[in-house]
């Protein structure tokens, strides 16, 4: 599999839910202005409608220049031959600007584990011949990983891993498993420097995954106890450890930690807006503060 090696994604980019609750109109001005104010890449989950595939077509054709990243697609979402068909177009018609981000995400009751589950996905999607043309540049795929098996699956069998809501900690232990591999690591950050309405907001966003099966299985490895994960509340170390609150230098400064610990690329994802609503103005400052000249080549 290829590795990430002329894709244009920086030391950091746009991770966000915000176009879930967008019209088009406005995740195309949303898209261009971010690609203005020189973010390289963007990256998008898959949660509340929005496709995956479809939606990073439409944000590559939005712009220029910008890197999308599907952080991820769901597997269990479409079949292994459709998602390889996709991205092979996406590849061909945006060379270098589409990263396909595969993940287990909650899985479906009954099924395997999400090691065999994911193996024998790409299995299946590098078995697929079909009739399609191959593109002009290279389909690059990464994967959600936390545990050592997943990272060393993401190591063997794509460019890399991406992962999402974990510490500087577990970014040293992944880059020691991964090697040269690539590492995209998501950083939740919030402007707000009240320590009680940051960390309420906090708990708001973090509660959904203090109470998912495999999220709780992976703040445990991290070292995170049940009176951390507080019955879904979040004791104030959790909180504090996995969103990154306070002024624009204190936010700055934790995403830096991630970098230093091994990490090739922070997708930030600013916290705390409302549905229909934009975090543009936090993009702003984080692009003053993150994207001086020279920092994005």
Known sequence: MSTL?????????????????QPASRMRDTAQELEEQGWPALWIPERDGREALT?????????????????????????????????????????DRHVLGL?????????TSP????SEYLDAMDA???????????????????????????????????????????????REILGGAFLGVEQAVLFETDPGRAREIARAHLHPYLTQKYNVAKFRRLGYTEADLDGGRGSDRIVDDLVAWG????ITARLGEHLDAGADHVGVQVVGIEPGGSAMPQWRRLAEALLPAGVTA
């Open 5 to 21: 090696e002329h894709t244009r994604l920086g030391r950091y980019g746009i991770w966000t839910f915000d176009f879930e609750d």
């Open 55 to 95: 939606h990073a077509g439409f944000l590559l054709a939005s712009t220029r220049h910008l890197t999308v990243v599907n952080g991820i697609a769901q597997i269990w979402a479409r079949e292994p031959q459709w998602t390889r068909g996709a991205a092979l177009l996406l590849a061909d018609a945006y060379p």
């Open 103 to 111: 993940g287990f995400g909650g899985g479906r009751p009954g099924t």
């Open 115 to 118: 090691l065999r589950a994911m």
């Open 128 to 174: 697929g011949a079909g009739t399609n043309p191959a593109p002009s540049g290279p389909e690059r795929r990464i994967l959600a990983a936390y545990g050592p098996k997943m990272l060393e699956l993401a190591r063997d069998r794509t460019a890399g891993a991406h992962t999402y809501h974990v510490t500087p900690r577990h970014t040293a232990q992944a």
């Open 247 to 250: 002024d624009v230098g204190t």
